[in-house]
């Protein structure tokens, strides 16, 4: 796969190899041989070679990001975590053999970890899986209620005050926004708000930022919004729900977005000339040069230890629970009380 990725210029998504049955983290980083790679699994739980898929965050070649469930540590996650891995990978709590490969992925030592690295800038973006690792709706609130958890238990980042978090919410938004972008080779027309780039908007109410988006601008146009009752006479009434808008009905969709492809779809007798569809094909930017110094403010590429015994981290020889002590937190922002019906 990655020697189709390097003559194509496409990027290699790797789940890696929970159970190590065909080899372990070190033999996989000997296998990516040093090429830019995007491990999206780079976690404290989940999927990836278990206990130490998350050293990868320390290799510059690795552009590494991280599912949503697991960020940010409380005290439900383990618990939790543990109940859902059963049940998506229809496992039999009775049967000792099930129990340990669930316990095996469940660690709340790497769970905290991970949230460290986030906050470090070591795992450069946060995203989501499918089924039970899935979650693709809460992938922007978790990343900002982790950055309020890591503000509570370290206190202001590098370059902030106690009063001002420019930098770290910088550090946050690129994790959602320009960094996995530019990891697959779409940063030059998506990803942030510049000149030339679609004009792809999330505008936010202040009281609901993180949870409920007011308007969703896509390509220029309100393909969301937050509407209210579509028979009255003005915008207020309630149920105020979001709705589809111009932007998302009829032929609007195909012309404010893009099919982004490789260079052999668009050749003579490619995937262009073959389909007929309306939304247009852009091609994508080589991404085989890219290294973890191309993350915006998520650079770090710090030396990760796991301890495949007791499960103990350290990030450059420091134990994560020494860092954060107050580990499992009870109250969490943005949370239940945005979601009451």
């Not at 590494?64 to 543990?82: A, D, G, K, R, V």
Request: proline share 6%; hydrophobic share 40%.
């Amino acid at each position: 796969a990655l020697e189709v990725c390097q003559e194509s210029g496409a990027q290699l998504a790797l789940h890696a190899d929970t159970l190590n049955e065909a080899g372990y983290v070190g033999s996989t980083l000997d296998a990516i041989a040093g090429r830019g790679i995007h491990v999206y699994h780079a976690e404290g739980a989940g999927g990836g070679h278990a206990p130490d898929i998350i050293t990868v965050a320390g290799h510059a070649n690795v552009l590494p990001s991280s599912t949503n469930p697991s960020i940010p540590y409380t005290y439900n996650t383990s618990e939790e975590h543990l109940d859902m891995l059963m049940v998506a990978h229809h496992l039999n709590p009775k049967v000792p053999e099930d129990l340990a490969f669930a316990m095996s992925r469940i660690r709340p030592t790497t769970m905290l970890a991970e949230d460290i690295l986030h906050d470090l800038g070591a795992i450069s973006m946060t995203s989501s899986d499918a089924q039970a690792m899935g979650r693709a709706g809460e992938t922007i609130l978790r990343t900002w209620q982790l950055a309020h958890v890591m503000k509570e238990r370290i206190g202001a980042a590098p370059r902030d005050t106690s009063s001002c978090d420019n930098h770290r919410v910088r550090r946050y938004v690129a994790k959602y926004t320009i960094n996995p972008a530019i990891t697959h080779g779409v940063g030059d027309v998506i990803g942030s708000v510049e000149e030339g780039k679609l004009a792809d908007l999330v505008l936010w109410e202040p009281k609901f930022f993180g949870v409920r988006p007011h308007l969703v601008i896509k390509g220029g146009q309100i393909a969301y919004a937050q509407l209210g009752d579509a028979n009255a006479s003005i915008p207020t009434p309630q149920p105020v729900l979001p709705r589809p808008a111009y932007g998302a009905v009829g032929r609007a969709p195909a012309s404010l977005s893009l099919n982004f492809v490789t260079h052999f779809a668009l050749g003579k007798g490619g995937l262009v000339d073959k389909i007929g569809v309306a939304k247009p094909f852009h091609k994508i930017k080589g991404t085989r040069h890219l290294t973890k110094a191309d993350m915006k403010e998520n650079d770090a590429t710090p030396d990760i230890v796991v301890n495949s015994d007791s499960f103990q981290v350290t990030i450059d020889g420091k134990d994560v629970q020494q860092m954060c002590p107050e580990d499992e937190l009870k109250v969490l922002p943005l949370a239940q009380r945005y979601f009451l019906v």
